[in-house]
């Protein structure tokens, strides 16, 4: 299972950013592919708030069409909504002592502990996941 990152999402749908067509490509292929493509709730989130934020996004989408574009990713019958498992904030909480930080790697923490719990690969253009071991990951190809 792949777990895929907000960054890639929102790259994939902001034809500005630098890495549009490598992201776009790659949601593309996942989606219409066979593996099963996660997506975590905070993730789902920080695309609506992120994606519909002048001050972030360059072209800030309607929220309805941001809405409609995590409908149709949703819709897709490899896409997978994960869930933190009963033992998630041991995980989550192991994998920030071996860090060694909370803060900011926090939320990369709760989508690495998903992945550990799910047997998933994050998928993101954030190299942070590399300070979690047992935590497999990699960019957009």
Do not use: I, K, Y
């Not at 695309?47 to 995590?70: C, M, Q, S, W």
């Not at 998933?120 to 979690?132: K, M, N, R, T």
């Amino acid at each position: 299972m792949l777990l895929v990152d907000a960054n890639v999402l929102l790259c994939a749908v902001n034809e500005r950013a630098a890495h549009h067509e490598r992201a776009r490509a790659w949601l593309r292929g996942a989606l219409d592919g066979e593996e099963a493509v996660g997506f975590a709730w905070m993730v789902l989130v920080a695309f609506l708030r992120l994606a519909t934020a002048p001050v972030v996004f360059p072209r800030p989408l309607a929220t309805a069409d941001a809405v409609a574009t995590l409908e149709m990713w949703l819709a897709q019958p490899v896409a997978v909504r994960l869930e933190p498992t009963a033992r998630h904030l041991a995980v989550l909480g192991g994998l920030l002592a071996e860090a060694g930080s909370g803060g900011n790697l926090v939320n990369d923490a709760h989508l690495a502990a998903l992945a550990v719990e799910h047997d998933a690969e994050v998928v993101s253009f954030d190299s942070d996941f590399a300070l979690f071991s047992g935590v497999r990951w990699r960019r957009p190809e």
